[in-house]
């Protein structure tokens, strides 16, 4: 599977969402304090953040015997670059156009 495509299924998820929104907000939990406030097993909180790592978005680290997770938000820029940032740069652009042309009337 290609590198986008693990990503945009980790991301499909929206309990994987939360995880990352979690670790945006704290880097470096443990498992412990991910599942801490999801309604689910720690098993299930193991396989989201097994997913999670398959696509690149979390590394986990080990220090001393807790394991340390970790957000990489490289994939997300990398998925913005290729398919948001094609297409938002045209509106863009016109938009600096038009602000250009209405400074340059007033």
């Given amino acids: ?19 990352l929104d979690k670790l945006f907000t704290r880097d470096g939990l443990t498992l412990t304090e991910l599942e801490s406030d999801l309604e ?6 193991m396989k989201h953040l097994r997913v999670l790592e398959d696509a690149g978005l979390v590394v986990s680290r080990r220090s001393g015997r807790e394991k340390l997770h970790y957000l990489n938000p490289v994939p997300i820029r990398m ?4 398919w948001i940032d094609k297409y938002t ?3 863009a652009t016109a938009l600096v156009d038009l602000k250009t042309e209405l400074e340059r009337e007033s």
């Avoid at 599977?1 to 995880?19: C, E, G, I, N, Y």
């Avoid at 689910?40 to 909180?45: E, P, S, Y």
């Avoid at 998925?79 to 290729?82: E, K, Y």
């Fill in 1 to 19: 599977m290609a590198d986008d495509d693990l990503v945009f299924k980790a991301l499909a998820d929206p309990t994987r969402r939360l995880l």
């Fill in 40 to 45: 689910m097993t720690r098993f299930g909180v």
């Fill in 79 to 82: 998925i913005h670059d290729r």
């Fill in 89 to 91: 740069e045209r509106q």
